[in-house]
C-alpha cells in the first residue's frame, strides 16, 4: 500500500484554481522531488496535503496510508504522521523551542494513546537531535524562531522533524536562502532521518539540494498539474534546458 | 480540512461557559437592603467594634453622599441602584475551629470544586489561608507559627479589636476614606478583608494567602486588605478568588493598602476570576477596587502582579507611591477580556523620592467582543531627581469583533528623570495556529502555549503554585477559542 496517494486533486484559493488534477504517488522508504516554475502550485500542493484551510478542495482526493484524510483537521493529519517542514517558519513570542516541541511531541503521543515522555526522555532526545543539525545547547531555551537567521529556522524545521519522526515529511523549499553550509547541514539531517518506512517529498526550484539528497524520483509541476516524471537524471535534464522546455513537451503530448 | 476561519474562532470563544458557576448552600444573615447610617452603624455593631471605627466610617459614609460615581472609564453599564444592594451578609453561625475537619463539610467541598484543597496546601505548601467566605472570616491557619515571629495575620475585624493602635495609624493612610467614590463607599461598609503587618527585620517564612469568594445572590463585597511592612521586613501576599453563577450583576469595591518602611519589600499577587457575566453580556460581577502600595521608607519595594481573567466589568489600578528615596514600584499585568466583557485596568506610578524607579508591564488580551484598556499615569514629580519609568503596553487580539485601548497619561517635572514607554499590538495569527497544529496540537493545546507564552514574563513574576493555577486559568478563559 501506498504512503501517500493525491488523486485527481483540485485546489482553489478564492477564484483561481491552482492545482487542476494532480496525481502522486508515494511509497515507504522512496524520496520525491517536485519541481517547477514559480506559481505552478508546488506549495500549494504541500499546504493541502498537509490540510490548510485558505485552500477549497473541489475535485480528487488525498489518501494515506489508503484512509481518506481530505477531510480531516491539520493537527489530525499531523498525528498521523504528516510533517510540513515550512518555507517561512513563524516566530511564536514567549514560547521556548523547548516547550514548543514538548507540546508538540506530548500532543502526539496523547493522540496515539501514550503517556507524555518523561523530562529525562524528553531532554535526551533533544539533544541527540539537536546535534544533528548542529544546533547549540541555548537554543532550547530561546523563543520559537525568534530572531533567527533564515539557516536558523530552516534547520530549527529539519530538527522538529527530526524530534518528531513522521512518516512523510514534506520539505517545502527548505534549500531557499540557505548558504551551502547551511544546506549541507539541513541534507545531512534529512539523509540520516530517511529509512524504508519514511518518505520524503522535496519541494524545490533548483536541482542544486539534489546533488546532497538523491531524490528516487522527480516530478516536474507546471499550471496545476504533474507534467514529467523520471529519475533523478530528469532535474539535471531540467537545470540545462529549462521550465520551458518541459512545459513545450507537455503541451507536444497533450496535443499529440 | 481544519478551519481556522476567524467567526468561528470567536463564536467558539464566546460559547466557553463558566467553569465554576456553582452556588453553595450556607445560611446567611442579612442586613436590609440599602444603605444609610442606620446600616453602617448596624455593621460596625455587628462586628462588635470600638468607637474610633464606627466614626470613622461614618464621615466615610457622609462624604461618600457628596461624591458621584467616576464615569471617565472606558466602561459602559446601567447606573447602580446603590440602595438595591445588601451591605452586609455573614454566615450565621462562625465557627470557632481548631482544625479544619470542623469547617461545615460544604464549604470545604466548595473550595474543592476550585481546585483550592485547604488541607492539601496546608501539607504541601505550607500556606497560610485566611478564607473569607462573603464577609466573615472562617478560618485562620499557620496564625500560631506566625505569632511566634511578631507576625499578625488575621481578619480586619479582628485586627480593629485587637491592634486599634495600629488600625488608626495606618487604615486609611494610603488610600484616604475620601479618595474615590467606591473607596468612600468601601470605608463605610466595609465587611471584613485580611490584616498583615510584618514587624521590623523579619522575613515572612511563608507565602500569605486569602482566597475571596462571593456567596449570596445580591450581596456587595467590600473587602478591606491593609499590609504593612516594617523597617527591613519582606512579605509575599497572594490573593485569589472566584465567584459562583449569578443572573444579577454583583458590585465589589475592595480597597488594598499596603505600607512598605524603610528596606522593606512587599511582593502583591493576585489572580482574579470573578464571574464574567454569560456569552451575551448577562450577569457578571463589577469589580472596582483601588488598591495602591506607599513605600514610605528609603529603599523600599512594592511589587504588584495581577492576572486578571473575571468580572463583567474592571476598574482596577493597582498604584505606587514612591515617597522614600531609592525606592522601587512594580506593576506586572496579565487582563483577558472574553465575551462582552469590559476592562479598564492599569497603573499608577508616583515619584516622589530622589532616584525612584518604576516598572509597568501591561499584557492585555481581549478575545469576544470584549473591550479591553491600559490606562496608566507616570507622575515624576520636581524632587524625584534622577528617577526612571519604563512602561511596556502589549495588546493581543483574538479574533476581530473586540477593542484593545491604551491610554498612557507621562507627567514629568524634572529634567534629570527618564521615562520609556513602549506598546505594541498583535493578533493570533492563522499562521501561528497553522504552525502549531501542523505540529499535531489541537486548537486548545496551541491557544494555550501561545497565550502562555505571550505573558510568561508576568506569569514568571508569580509565587509557583500560583503560575501553575493561572496557566490554567488563561486556558480556561479563553477555552472557547480553542475547543
Same mark, same amino acid.
Given at each position: 500500500m501506498s504512503l501517500l496517494k493525491v488523486e485527481n486533486l483540485q485546489a482553489k484559493i478564492e477564484d483561481n484554481q491552482i492545482l487542476k488534477g494532480l496525481n502522486l504517488e508515494v511509497n515507504p522508504g522512496e524520496v520525491h522531488a517536485i519541481m517547477g516554475p514559480n506559481g505552478s502550485g508546488k506549495s500549494t500542493l504541500a499546504s493541502v496535503i498537509a490540510g490548510? =484551510?485558505?485552500? =477549497?478542495?473541489n475535485g480528487g482526493r488525498i489518501l494515506f496510508e489508503g484512509e481518506d484524510i481530505t477531510d480531516l483537521e491539520v493537527h489530525e493529519r499531523a498525528q498521523k504522521g504528516i510533517f510540513l517542514a515550512f518555507q517561512y517558519p513563524v516566530e511564536i513570542p514567549g514560547v521556548s523551542n523547548a516547550n514548543f516541541m514538548k507540546s508538540s511531541v506530548n500532543a502526539i503521543r496523547k493522540a496515539r494513546g501514550e503517556e507524555p515522555l518523561s523530562p529525562k526522555d524528553f531532554l535526551a532526545r533533544m539533544r541527540e537531535k539537536s546535534a544533528l543539525v548542529e544546533i547549540d545547547k541555548s537554543f532550547m531555551s530561546r523563543a520559537v524562531n525568534e530572531g533567527f537567521s533564515g539557516g536558523e529556522k530552516k534547520r530549527n524545521e529539519i530538527f522538529q522533524l527530526a524530534m518528531l519522526e513522521p512518516k512523510l515529511a514534506l520539505l517545502d523549499e527548505t534549500d531557499s536562502g540557505l548558504d551551502i553550509d547551511a544546506l549541507k547541514i539541513v541534507s545531512h539531517g534529512v539523509n540520516a532521518l530517511r529509512n524504508e518506512n519514511n518518505a520524503f517529498v522535496l519541494i524545490t526550484h533548483y536541482q542544486r539540494l539534489l546533488n546532497y539528497i538523491v531524490p528516487d524520483f522527480v516530478h516536474v509541476l507546471a499550471d496545476g498539474r504533474i507534467v514529467k516524471s523520471g529519475g533523478k537524471e530528469l532535474a539535471l535534464e531540467l537545470e540545462e534546458k529549462g521550465y520551458d522546455w518541459v512545459k513545450d513537451h507537455a503541451v507536444e503530448e497533450q496535443t499529440a | 480540512m481544519t478551519d481556522f476561519n476567524e467567526d468561528k474562532l470567536i463564536e467558539e470563544v464566546t460559547t466557553?461557559?463558566?467553569?465554576?458557576?456553582f452556588t453553595t448552600d450556607i445560611e446567611q444573615e442579612f442586613a436590609p437592603k440599602g444603605l444609610n447610617e442606620d446600616i453602617v452603624r448596624f455593621i460596625s455593631a455587628k462586628k462588635e467594634e470600638p468607637e474610633f471605627m464606627l466614626e470613622w466610617r461614618l464621615k466615610a459614609y457622609r462624604h461618600w453622599l457628596t461624591m458621584k460615581d467616576p464615569m471617565w472609564a472606558k466602561v459602559d453599564f446601567p447606573k447602580i441602584d446603590y440602595q438595591d444592594v445588601y451591605y452586609y451578609a455573614a454566615p450565621k453561625k462562625k465557627p470557632q475551629l481548631d482544625s479544619l475537619d470542623e469547617v461545615d463539610p460544604e464549604l470545604l467541598d466548595t473550595f474543592k470544586k476550585l481546585g483550592i484543597s485547604i488541607d492539601e496546601q496546608k501539607r504541601l505548601t505550607g500556606v497560610a489561608v485566611d478564607i473569607v467566605v462573603d464577609s466573615v472570616s472562617v478560618k485562620t491557619t499557620f496564625q500560631k507559627q506566625l505569632k511566634e515571629m511578631g507576625v499578625i495575620f488575621c481578619p480586619m475585624s479582628e485586627a480593629v479589636k485587637e491592634h486599634p493602635e495600629l488600625i488608626k495609624k495606618y487604615l486609611g493612610s494610603v488610600v484616604p476614606t475620601t479618595d474615590n467614590f467606591y473607596a468612600a463607599l468601601n470605608s463605610a461598609v466595609f465587611s471584613d478583608g485580611s490584616f498583615c503587618y510584618i514587624p521590623k527585620g523579619v522575613r515572612c517564612p511563608m507565602e500569605l494567602s486569602t482566597y475571596f469568594r462571593m456567596n449570596a445572590a445580591l450581596t456587595g463585597q467590600f473587602e478591606r486588605t491593609l499590609i504593612i511592612a516594617d523597617e527591613g521586613s519582606y512579605v509575599s501576599y497572594l490573593e485569589g478568588c472566584t465567584a459562583p453563577m449569578r443572573d444579577e450583576n454583583q458590585l465589589h469595591a475592595a480597597v488594598v493598602e499596603i505600607v512598605a518602611h524603610k528596606d522593606a519589600e512587599v511582593k502583591y499577587s493576585t489572580v482574579q476570576n470573578w464571574y464574567p457575566g454569560d456569552k451575551n453580556g448577562k450577569g457578571g460581577v463589577y469589580n472596582f477596587v483601588t488598591k495602591r502600595g506607599l513605600c514610605e521608607g528609603e529603599n523600599s519595594k512594592i511589587s504588584w502582579t495581577q492576572v486578571e481573567t473575571g468580572s463583567a466589568i474592571t476598574w482596577k489600578y493597582p498604584s505606587c507611591v514612591l515617597k522614600g528615596d531609592n525606592s522601587i514600584g512594580e506593576f506586572y499585568s496579565v487582563a483577558v477580556t472574553n465575551n462582552y466583557q469590559q476592562a479598564d485596568t492599569g497603573s499608577k506610578m508616583t515619584h516622589i523620592g530622589k532616584n525612584t524607579r518604576s516598572r509597568i508591564i501591561s499584557k492585555g488580551i481581549s478575545a469576544g467582543r470584549s473591550e479591553n484598556s491600559y490606562r496608566g499615569l507616570v507622575n515624576i514629580t520636581k524632587n524625584a531627581k534622577n528617577s526612571r519609568n519604563f512602561s511596556e503596553c502589549d495588546s493581543l487580539l483574538i479574533g476581530d469583533k473586540c477593542g484593545a485601548h491604551t491610554f498612557p497619561y507621562i507627567e514629568i517635572a524634572n529634567s534629570s528623570s527618564v521615562v520609556e514607554h513602549e506598546a505594541t499590538t498583535s493578533k493570533v495569527s492563522e499562521d501561528i495556529l497553522f504552525y502549531c497544529s501542523q505540529r499535531g496540537m489541537d486548537e486548545a493545546q496551541a491557544m494555550e502555549l501561545i497565550i502562555n507564552g505571550y505573558a510568561k514574563e508576568v506569569l514568571n513574576k508569580l509565587p509557583m503554585e500560583f503560575a501553575v493555577e493561572a496557566q490554567k486559568l488563561l486556558a480556561i478563559s479563553l477555552e472557547g477559542s480553542v475547543g
Amino acid at each position: 500500500m501506498s504512503l501517500l496517494k493525491v488523486e485527481n486533486l483540485q485546489a482553489k484559493i478564492e477564484d483561481n484554481q491552482i492545482l487542476k488534477g494532480l496525481n502522486l504517488e508515494v511509497n515507504p522508504g522512496e524520496v520525491h522531488a517536485i519541481m517547477g516554475p514559480n506559481g505552478s502550485g508546488k506549495s500549494t500542493l504541500a499546504s493541502v496535503i498537509a490540510g490548510r =484551510e485558505d485552500y =477549497e478542495i473541489n475535485g480528487g482526493r488525498i489518501l494515506f496510508e489508503g484512509e481518506d484524510i481530505t477531510d480531516l483537521e491539520v493537527h489530525e493529519r499531523a498525528q498521523k504522521g504528516i510533517f510540513l517542514a515550512f518555507q517561512y517558519p513563524v516566530e511564536i513570542p514567549g514560547v521556548s523551542n523547548a516547550n514548543f516541541m514538548k507540546s508538540s511531541v506530548n500532543a502526539i503521543r496523547k493522540a496515539r494513546g501514550e503517556e507524555p515522555l518523561s523530562p529525562k526522555d524528553f531532554l535526551a532526545r533533544m539533544r541527540e537531535k539537536s546535534a544533528l543539525v548542529e544546533i547549540d545547547k541555548s537554543f532550547m531555551s530561546r523563543a520559537v524562531n525568534e530572531g533567527f537567521s533564515g539557516g536558523e529556522k530552516k534547520r530549527n524545521e529539519i530538527f522538529q522533524l527530526a524530534m518528531l519522526e513522521p512518516k512523510l515529511a514534506l520539505l517545502d523549499e527548505t534549500d531557499s536562502g540557505l548558504d551551502i553550509d547551511a544546506l549541507k547541514i539541513v541534507s545531512h539531517g534529512v539523509n540520516a532521518l530517511r529509512n524504508e518506512n519514511n518518505a520524503f517529498v522535496l519541494i524545490t526550484h533548483y536541482q542544486r539540494l539534489l546533488n546532497y539528497i538523491v531524490p528516487d524520483f522527480v516530478h516536474v509541476l507546471a499550471d496545476g498539474r504533474i507534467v514529467k516524471s523520471g529519475g533523478k537524471e530528469l532535474a539535471l535534464e531540467l537545470e540545462e534546458k529549462g521550465y520551458d522546455w518541459v512545459k513545450d513537451h507537455a503541451v507536444e503530448e497533450q496535443t499529440a | 480540512m481544519t478551519d481556522f476561519n476567524e467567526d468561528k474562532l470567536i463564536e467558539e470563544v464566546t460559547t466557553s461557559d463558566y467553569k465554576y458557576g456553582f452556588t453553595t448552600d450556607i445560611e446567611q444573615e442579612f442586613a436590609p437592603k440599602g444603605l444609610n447610617e442606620d446600616i453602617v452603624r448596624f455593621i460596625s455593631a455587628k462586628k462588635e467594634e470600638p468607637e474610633f471605627m464606627l466614626e470613622w466610617r461614618l464621615k466615610a459614609y457622609r462624604h461618600w453622599l457628596t461624591m458621584k460615581d467616576p464615569m471617565w472609564a472606558k466602561v459602559d453599564f446601567p447606573k447602580i441602584d446603590y440602595q438595591d444592594v445588601y451591605y452586609y451578609a455573614a454566615p450565621k453561625k462562625k465557627p470557632q475551629l481548631d482544625s479544619l475537619d470542623e469547617v461545615d463539610p460544604e464549604l470545604l467541598d466548595t473550595f474543592k470544586k476550585l481546585g483550592i484543597s485547604i488541607d492539601e496546601q496546608k501539607r504541601l505548601t505550607g500556606v497560610a489561608v485566611d478564607i473569607v467566605v462573603d464577609s466573615v472570616s472562617v478560618k485562620t491557619t499557620f496564625q500560631k507559627q506566625l505569632k511566634e515571629m511578631g507576625v499578625i495575620f488575621c481578619p480586619m475585624s479582628e485586627a480593629v479589636k485587637e491592634h486599634p493602635e495600629l488600625i488608626k495609624k495606618y487604615l486609611g493612610s494610603v488610600v484616604p476614606t475620601t479618595d474615590n467614590f467606591y473607596a468612600a463607599l468601601n470605608s463605610a461598609v466595609f465587611s471584613d478583608g485580611s490584616f498583615c503587618y510584618i514587624p521590623k527585620g523579619v522575613r515572612c517564612p511563608m507565602e500569605l494567602s486569602t482566597y475571596f469568594r462571593m456567596n449570596a445572590a445580591l450581596t456587595g463585597q467590600f473587602e478591606r486588605t491593609l499590609i504593612i511592612a516594617d523597617e527591613g521586613s519582606y512579605v509575599s501576599y497572594l490573593e485569589g478568588c472566584t465567584a459562583p453563577m449569578r443572573d444579577e450583576n454583583q458590585l465589589h469595591a475592595a480597597v488594598v493598602e499596603i505600607v512598605a518602611h524603610k528596606d522593606a519589600e512587599v511582593k502583591y499577587s493576585t489572580v482574579q476570576n470573578w464571574y464574567p457575566g454569560d456569552k451575551n453580556g448577562k450577569g457578571g460581577v463589577y469589580n472596582f477596587v483601588t488598591k495602591r502600595g506607599l513605600c514610605e521608607g528609603e529603599n523600599s519595594k512594592i511589587s504588584w502582579t495581577q492576572v486578571e481573567t473575571g468580572s463583567a466589568i474592571t476598574w482596577k489600578y493597582p498604584s505606587c507611591v514612591l515617597k522614600g528615596d531609592n525606592s522601587i514600584g512594580e506593576f506586572y499585568s496579565v487582563a483577558v477580556t472574553n465575551n462582552y466583557q469590559q476592562a479598564d485596568t492599569g497603573s499608577k506610578m508616583t515619584h516622589i523620592g530622589k532616584n525612584t524607579r518604576s516598572r509597568i508591564i501591561s499584557k492585555g488580551i481581549s478575545a469576544g467582543r470584549s473591550e479591553n484598556s491600559y490606562r496608566g499615569l507616570v507622575n515624576i514629580t520636581k524632587n524625584a531627581k534622577n528617577s526612571r519609568n519604563f512602561s511596556e503596553c502589549d495588546s493581543l487580539l483574538i479574533g476581530d469583533k473586540c477593542g484593545a485601548h491604551t491610554f498612557p497619561y507621562i507627567e514629568i517635572a524634572n529634567s534629570s528623570s527618564v521615562v520609556e514607554h513602549e506598546a505594541t499590538t498583535s493578533k493570533v495569527s492563522e499562521d501561528i495556529l497553522f504552525y502549531c497544529s501542523q505540529r499535531g496540537m489541537d486548537e486548545a493545546q496551541a491557544m494555550e502555549l501561545i497565550i502562555n507564552g505571550y505573558a510568561k514574563e508576568v506569569l514568571n513574576k508569580l509565587p509557583m503554585e500560583f503560575a501553575v493555577e493561572a496557566q490554567k486559568l488563561l486556558a480556561i478563559s479563553l477555552e472557547g477559542s480553542v475547543g
